[in-house]
Structure formats: C-alpha cells, structure tokens
C-alpha cells in the first residue's frame, strides 16, 4: 500500500480563492508527523507546514493550514487566498520511526496552477 | 542564516564514470538526509545520517551509491559507474537533531545528467 497518497495530478485555481490539496497517509506507528513542502520551478524544496500526530488542533502558518482528520488518515493542505506566487508542485509528506530509524515518504505531489 | 548547500548544482557525465556530490547542512544541524527526484516523481529517500550512528541505508538503490558524512557536517554522495537511469536531481537536507518528528530544510539540489 502507498504510504502517503496524492491524488490529484493537477489543480487549476483562480486567484484569490482557497484550494485544497489533497493527502491521505497509511502508518501503523502512533507516533509520526505530516509536512508539506512546495517546491517551484526552481526546484527548492520549501517547507511550508507540519502536523504531529498526537498534536489536537489543525497546524495553520499563514496562509497555508492543514486539515487533519486522524481517524481518516487524511491530512489536506488548505492555501487561502491564493496567489499567482503559489504555482508550484506541492508534496505531501510523513515521518515516523520504524526499526530505530526514521522513514520518510513523499507522495508524488499535485502541480498547481494559480490563474489570473 | 545560511541553509543547505549543494555543489555542483549541474553535473553532467558519460555513462560508467563515477560522480561525487556534496552537501553543506546547516551549521549544528545533527541529522542530514539524501534523496534522489527523478523528472515528474515525489522524493525517493536514499540515506539518513545522525551524529555519529550508523547511518540508515535502506533506500539506496543499489551498491554503485555510497555515501559518508565526515565530521558530522559535509556529506558526500558517490555514484560509481553511473548509468541513464542514475539521472535525476538529488537532494540533500538537514535537521536540528534528527528526532521523528523535526521539520527538514533542504538544499537546491544537484541536477545530475548520465549521457
């Protein structure tokens, strides 16, 4: 099974408004934490929010918050606002200990597109 | 302060030779981290270092990669007898301690292309 899953290849969003990206996660650690990075033509990884999860409110930066449903495994990105800036390809991410070491799993990311 | 570097940003090699990338981690930063971005792909971790433990190195794709971290700072990723397939942008990044739960910064990245 993915451990962490992107299913949206590609969003369009006008600018100005709110979009959601989408993630869901799979672990059987209780312990882990969810990022998300944004990563732009230039290729830098951005990091932008993160999530633990034992943590009980929605982790919210800015303009960027994460819409954290444990029992679902999901754990959505929400850009309000958004801005021509914002196009870039965004990826989920999760951290959790397996065998005395760190895992890291990227989903594959959702390329988003902020029209004028 | 200053983040993660990578030198070279841009390496391209004929298939067979072998390729050394760097990375710079930010200063007093303990863990540091390799992955490898092939064109249109999420990130593929490859290894993990923290302080002076054995370094995790699950995820390097075969024995032609190798890498160490000396001194608990700089780290050097060698791929040996590069193939195409070897072509991608690596990533380094580095965190504050190496805990399960810490947010990584990464670098700019090598574009390495295998001719």
Redesign the interface.
Known sequence: AQK?TQTQPGMFVQEKEAVTLDCTYDTSDP???L?W?KQPS??????LI?Q??YDQQNATEGRYSLNFQKARKSANLVISASQLGDSAMY?C?M???SGG?????????TKLQVIP | GAGVSQSPSNKVTEKGKDVELRCDPISGHTAL?W?RQSLG?????LI?F?GNSAP?K?GLPSDRFSAERTGGSVSTLTIQRTQQEDSA?Y?C?SSES?R??????????T?LLVL
Not at chain 1, 42 to 47: A, C, P, R, T, V
Not at chain 2, 41 to 45: R, S, T
Not at chain 2, 100 to 109: D, I, K, M, N, V
């Open positions: 962490i312990s882990y934490g990022f990075y230039s290729g830098e990884m951005i990091f993160y633990g999860s990826f991410a951290r959790e200990l070491y760190q895992k890291v799993t990227f989903g594959i990311g | 981290y992955y792909q999420g990130l593929e971790f993990y923290q995790d699950s942008v990533l990044a190496g399960a739960l810490e947010t990584q910064y990464f670098g700019p990245g574009r």
